[in-house]
């Protein structure tokens, strides 16, 4: 894919604004959110970045702070495919956001913009509600069906990708978040 370059430094300037930072550490984040293979367009490459500084790696660093403390469970949301039930089809091409798994806990059927869950969608949702019923009955939100580990620490960084139709484990968040380039800073 081929991203006009016009449209690019357009994007490293959104990106210095709304980071705060300056032209020259935008021109380094840009090398690493580069439109492409990766990213379906700028849009999508400026999304992932403030996600990942703003909200990845920040909840990344909390997780490893309070797992040596209490038992810590994280999760990743991961349905790209979540009914956008806040904004509707605004935002070309879905990805989950912030929010987009209330829809799994709760239903939310009085929400702007309400869309059924597909069979594999409403499988998770039935995971998820499982697992928070027992996080607070417990302490743990493990179930038979889906073991939750601990987060255990900053080396092993054990969470949950909550994706359609079973939750699956993953250990590569702060790779594909690039925290250890955010942490640099």
């Known amino acids: 894919m081929i991203v006009h370059p016009m449209r690019w430094r357009r994007a490293r300037l959104a990106a210095a604004t709304a980071l705060g930072v300056t032209a020259t550490r935008a021109a380094a984040i840009a090398a690493v ?57 605004l935002f070309p091409p879905p990805v989950a956001t912030h929010e987009s798994e209330l829809q799994y806990l709760f239903g939310l059927p009085n929400a702007l ?11 998770l949702a039935a995971s998820m509600q499982a697992a928070w019923a027992n996080f607070a009955a417990r302490g743990n ?28 484990l993953e250990t590569d968040f702060a790779a594909r978040h690039h925290c250890a380039f955010w942490a640099a800073g």
């Open 113 to 123: 913009f309400p869309a059924p869950l597909d069979p594999g969608q409403q499988a």
């Open 141 to 168: 939100p493990a179930t038979r069906a889906v073991p939750w580990p601990s987060f255990a620490g900053a080396n092993s960084a054990r969470m949950l990708s909550l994706v359609p139709p079973q939750p699956q």
């Open 33 to 89: 959110y580069p439109p492409g293979n990766d990213f379906l367009s700028a849009t999508v490459a400026f999304s992932t970045l403030v996600g990942d500084a703003s909200f990845a790696c920040p909840a990344l660093q909390i997780d490893q702070e309070t797992s040596q403390r209490v038992p810590t469970y994280a999760y990743e949301f991961n349905d790209d495919a979540a009914p956008p039930v806040f904004t509707g089809q």
